[in-house]
C-alpha cells in the first residue's frame, strides 16, 4: 500500500489553518471536476482532491494522521504502526464527502473502521449527542484481574483562527474482568453533548492489549516460552513458571523436546469460555564458563552417540 500525502495533494503546509485547506479544495475541486476538466486523469484527481479534502478537513481525522509524522513520501510503501490511532477519541457517523467505494486503499486502512458502515449521506440532525469511539491499550494483568485505570484521551478541537488542536479527555474507567481484545467498554453520556438540553452520547473504548515482556495472547490464548535446562527436558522435573495469575508448579515429562508445549487448561484470558495457558519449552545451554563445565561437556560428546544431524543424512 502506497502512502498517500493528503497536504501535498491540496498543496498546502501541514499547519495550515481550516480556511487555507477549504480554499485549495475548492480551487482544485473547479479545476478537476469531470464535467469540466480537459485533463486525461481528471476523474481520478478529482477523487484524490476530495479524498485529501474529507481528511483535512476534519479535526479528528487530520489530527490522527498528523501522528504518522511528516517523513513518509508520496508512493512510498506503507504500512501503519500497530495501534497508531490508539488514545484518539472519533465521534460516530460516517463518510461525508463521498461513499465508502469512492476512498483509496490507504484512507481505508486508516479510517475505515471508524468511519464505515455510512451511506454517503450527510448526517441527519439529531437531538442527542453523538456517540464517540477510541481505541484504549490495557495490560494483560488488567484483563485476568479487572482494574479501575486513568485514561486519557486525545480530542482535537479547532482554535478560533482555525489551527488544530488537541485537548484532553481524562477518565476513570473501569475495566472489566476477562475483557478481550476488540471488546468495547461503554461509558454512558461520555460522548457528544446533546442539543438543548438533550442526553449527550456514550463513548465506546474499542481495548487491545499492550505487548507484554514475558506472555502473548493468540485470542483468548496465553503463551509462555520457559527457559529449561536439559536434564530438566530429559529426565523430567517440576518447576516453577509464571502466570498472570500467579506462579504454578509445572510438571515437565521426561524426554520432552525443544518447543514443546505444556497447556494449562482453563488458565488463559478469563471469561465464560476462558482460554487456555501454553507453555512453550525453551531448552536454554549452560555456558561452558569453567573448566569442570568444559569437561563435562567434552564426556558428553565421548560417550554419547549423538547426531543432531541425523534426520537430514549428515553426521
Known amino acids: 500500500m502506497q502512502y498517500t500525502d493528503y497536504y501535498q495533494v491540496l498543496g498546502v503546509a501541514r499547519d ?28 481520478e484527481r478529482f477523487k484524490d482532491v476530495g479524498e485529501a479534502y474529507e481528511v483535512l478537513k476534519d479535526p479528528e481525522k487530520r489530527a490522527a494522521y498528523d ?8 508512493g512510498q510503501d506503507f504500512r501503519p504502526p500497530p495501534d497508531w490511532d490508539a488514545g484518539f477519541e472519533f465521534r460516530g457517523g460516517g463518510y461525508t464527502q463521498a461513499g465508502e467505494e469512492d476512498h483509496s486503499a490507504f484512507f481505508e486502512e486508516l479510517f475505515g473502521r471508524h468511519y464505515a458502515g455510512a451511506t454517503g449521506r450527510r448526517r441527519s ?25 486513568t485514561i486519557t484521551l486525545h480530542v482535537p478541537e479547532l482554535t478560533e483562527d482555525g489551527h488544530l488542536t488537541t485537548r484532553e479527555h481524562v477518565l476513570n474507567v473501569r475495566i472489566p474482568k476477562g475483557i478481550r481484545p476488540g471488546q468495547q467498554i461503554r461509558l454512558a453520556g461520555q ?62 515429562p ?62
Do not use: C
Open 254 to 315: 521426561a524426554n520432552s523436546n525443544q518447543g514443546r508445549k505444556l497447556r494449562l487448561k482453563g488458565r488463559g484470558l478469563p471469561g465464560k469460555a476462558p482460554g487456555d495457558f501454553f507453555v512453550v519449552l525453551q531448552v536454554t545451554l549452560p555456558p561452558a564458563d569453567s573448566e569442570a563445565a568444559t569437561a563435562l561437556y567434552k564426556q558428553m560428546e565421548d560417550q554419547l552417540a549423538f547426531n543432531p544431524r541425523a534426520d537430514l543424512g549428515v553426521s
Open 67 to 74: 501522528q504518522l509524522g511528516a517523513n513518509w513520501k508520496a
Open 125 to 149: 440532525f439529531r437531538m442527542r449527542g453523538e456517540d464517540h469511539h477510541a481505541k484504549v491499550l490495557i495490560d494483560l494483568e488488567d484483563s485476568y484481574q479487572g482494574a479501575t485505570r
Open 16 to 43: 495550515a489553518a481550516q480556511d487555507e485547506i477549504k480554499r485549495a479544495y475548492r480551487k482544485l475541486a473547479r479545476k478537476y471536476h469531470p464535467d469540466v476538466s480537459k485533463e486525461p486523469d481528471s476523474e
Open 191 to 252: 460522548g457528544g453533548p446533546g442539543v438543548g438540553g438533550s442526553e449527550s452520547g456514550d463513548l465506546y473504548l474499542e481495548v487491545e492489549l499492550r505487548d507484554h515482556p514475558v506472555y502473548r495472547v493468540t485470542d483468548s490464548d496465553v503463551y509462555l516460552d520457559l527457559p529449561v535446562a536439559p536434564w530438566e527436558v530429559v529426565l523430567g522435573a517440576t518447576v516453577k513458571a509464571p502466570t498472570p495469575s500467579g506462579v504454578v508448579d509445572l510438571k515437565i
